[in-house]
Each structure stands twice: as structure tokens, then as C-alpha cells.
């Protein structure tokens, strides 16, 4: 059974900086494409950035967040995160860990991912 489980998620001020993390089991991370997405109050979900699978190592990330959010892989870990810096309001959202092996160009899709984590609070707010 896969599972997906974010933490460090919570409140932060504006320029403040978050990591987030998210725990696999049931399946090696290494070998899918791991992607965050996220969610606020009234909108639809979207695509914040993703690492593709061993193999093809490629970086994705959403315009919004370029040069701010980082993503890594600890392959001894099963893990991957979601460094969050500059942080500003509209980043508030409901985050989302996924896993998926679709065709690079679904990687921005969320049609691209089988796995979902439960999500996890990022508020930012002074």
C-alpha cells in the first residue's frame, strides 16, 4: 500500500522560509516523478514543481515559484522536499505530495499523478 505524508507544514511571516517534506512507503521515490502541488480556500489545485524519475533528472517548477522553492530527493530516505523561501500571502495553501511515471509532459498535470499525500497548512501572515 503506497502512502505519501507531508509535515512541516504551518505559520510563517511574509519573506519567511519553510521546508516541507514528504514520506513515501510503498514505493521507491527514485523511480517515480515526485511532485507538490497546492490548493487555496475558492481555487483549483496547482502545480508548484516537480523531479522527475531517476533516469531523467529534470526540474520543473511553476513560474509563481521559481527562484524561490527548491525541490530535493533523499533517495536513502524515501523522502523528498520542498524548500520554500521569500515566502509571501498568496503562497497560503493547502500542499500536496504526489507520485506519478507519466510522460514528461504531464508533469505539470495533475492527471500526471497516481499517489497523493493528505496535504498539509502553509500559512503565511504576519
Known amino acids: 500500500q503506497v502512502q505519501l505524508v507531508e509535515s512541516g507544514g504551518g505559520l510563517v511571516q511574509p519573506g519567511g522560509s519553510l521546508k516541507l517534506s514528504c514520506a513515501a512507503s510503498g514505493l521507491t521515490v527514485s523511480q517515480y516523478t515526485m511532485g507538490w502541488f497546492r490548493q487555496a480556500p475558492g481555487k483549483e489545485r496547482e502545480f508548484v514543481g516537480a523531479l522527475r524519475r531517476l533516469g531523467a533528472n529534470t526540474y520543473h517548477y511553476a513560474d509563481s515559484v521559481k527562484g524561490r522553492f527548491t525541490i530535493s530527493r533523499d533517495n536513502a530516505r524515501n523522502t523528498v522536499s520542498l524548500q520554500m523561501n521569500r515566502l509571501n500571502p498568496e503562497d497560503t495553501a493547502l500542499y500536496y505530495c504526489?507520485?506519478?511515471?507519466?510522460?514528461?509532459?504531464?508533469?505539470?498535470?495533475?492527471?500526471?499523478?497516481?499517489?497523493w499525500g493528505q496535504g498539509i497548512q502553509v500559512t503565511v501572515s504576519s
Open positions: 504526489a507520485a506519478g511515471q507519466s510522460l514528461l509532459s504531464m508533469t505539470r498535470s495533475k492527471s500526471g499523478y497516481k499517489y
